[in-house]
């Protein structure tokens, strides 16, 4: 029987209402191998899971659930998997006051392409993962080189919707 590799018991975190305080955070994670396997994250104000600066990362069959206003997002990292998770209702930021007048990011799996040109990643698979209620975007993700092999395959985007259109895939050139 598979373990919970991340077990969350009678604890109360308390996040700072639509900011980078997220659930999960692995940041400078790079000299051992991590995990987090068959766990479940729900009802945050703020992220649901940030990778930042770490390398050697299995994120597998996890369900991720009502966070704001992005799920996962993975900045300058590498040998990153995401595999068979589900993140669902993401939803838009609540303390913009003036929120049709700003480019606010939002969405459900965001991968390297946060923070633009300081991103330095590599070997980032995203596989077999649905993103399903998020807002604006499901997956914004590079893609890759022409001839080379796809790190992105079997995932689903569903009920991707914003006042401004909803995407489900941006693909963004390697």
Not at 30 to 50: C, D, Q, R, V
């Amino acid at each position: 029987m598979d373990k919970p590799s991340l077990i969350m018991l009678n604890f109360s975190i308390v996040h700072k209402i639509d900011t980078q305080k997220t659930a999960v955070r692995f940041e400078g994670a790079a000299s051992l191998h991590s995990e987090m396997t068959n766990s479940a994250l729900h009802n945050g104000y703020s992220w649901a899971m940030s990778i930042r600066s770490s390398k050697n990362i299995l994120i597998k069959n996890n369900v991720m659930f009502n966070f704001r206003p992005l799920g996962i997002v993975i900045g300058s990292s590498h040998n990153i998997t995401l595999d068979g998770n589900v993140v669902g209702h993401i939803v838009q930021r609540s303390t913009l006051e003036a929120l049709d007048m700003v480019v606010d990011v939002e969405g459900g799996i965001i991968s390297c392409t946060m923070y633009s040109e300081e991103e330095k990643c590599k070997d980032i698979t995203i596989e077999n993962n649905i993103v399903a209620g998020a807002f604006w975007v499901g997956y914004n993700v590079y893609g890759h080189e022409c001839g080379g092999t796809p790190k992105n395959t079997g995932n689903v985007a569903h009920s991707i919707n914003s006042n401004r259109g909803g995407v489900g895939f941006m693909i963004v050139p390697d």
